[in-house]
């Protein structure tokens, strides 16, 4: 990568992690666009950076253990948030709140900095898991109607896409900088949980 090229994606992570510290709690109902319930699910889950950053992370992690890692958990993550979602659909709401999305940047972030060497196996059990909680959260007081489920197709969508982009990105960074940025990133993401987990501890 060139320097530029370097600086434009310290840049876009560092704006990433900045929005995404701000967040506040899940909330259940998606946004209205205008263009339908798949897009509707699509824009739910790019403006919610409670689901939006931990599945970054899920695809920065998977991305630096590798290829067989990141096609896993593209298809792993989009498939559990899709059953979790329509699992969801009839349920009460929940709210996830400070505390659940804290844990979650906490968790992924620090796995990314570590570089974790874990296995194929521990990698789909994580994105299932996640994939299962965010879904169901996500799907939680929609009401069950064709447009709530065709909305489910959209956040499924969004996973995968995002997923698919993160991975196949850092798959393919060879120097060891690059790398390094990742894991950085993740530092990010895990510093954001921190200083979320103090301000829900505070009240």
Request: hydrophobic share 55%; with cysteine; charged share 10%.
């Amino acid at each position: 990568m060139t320097r530029s090229s370097t600086l434009r994606l310290r840049a876009g992570i560092v704006a990433m992690l900045v929005f995404a510290s701000g967040c506040g709690p899940a909330e259940a109902h998606l946004n209205a666009t205008g263009m339908g319930p798949i897009y509707d699910g699509l824009v739910h889950f790019l403006t919610s950076p409670e689901d939006l950053v931990p599945a970054l992370a899920l695809g920065l992690l998977a991305g630096l253990r590798g290829a067989p890692y990141g096609r896993r958990a593209m298809f792993t993550l989009p498939a559990a948030w899709l059953l979790g979602s329509l699992f969801g659909l009839s349920a009460a709401l929940v709210s996830a709140g400070t505390l659940w999305a804290s844990l979650w940047f906490m968790l992924l972030g620090g796995l990314v900095v570590a570089d974790a060497k874990l296995s194929l196996r521990s990698v789909t059990a994580l994105s299932a898991l996640l994939g299962i909680v965010h879904g169901y959260l996500n799907g939680t007081g929609m009401g069950f109607s064709p447009q709530s489920v065709v909305a489910t197709l959209g956040l499924a969508a969004a996973v995968f896409v995002l997923v698919v982009l993160v991975a196949a990105l850092v798959v393919q960074l060879r120097a060891q900088w690059g790398r390094i940025a990742v894991r950085v990133g993740g530092s990010w993401i895990a510093a954001s949980g921190l200083l979320m987990l103090g301000w829900f501890i505070r009240g």
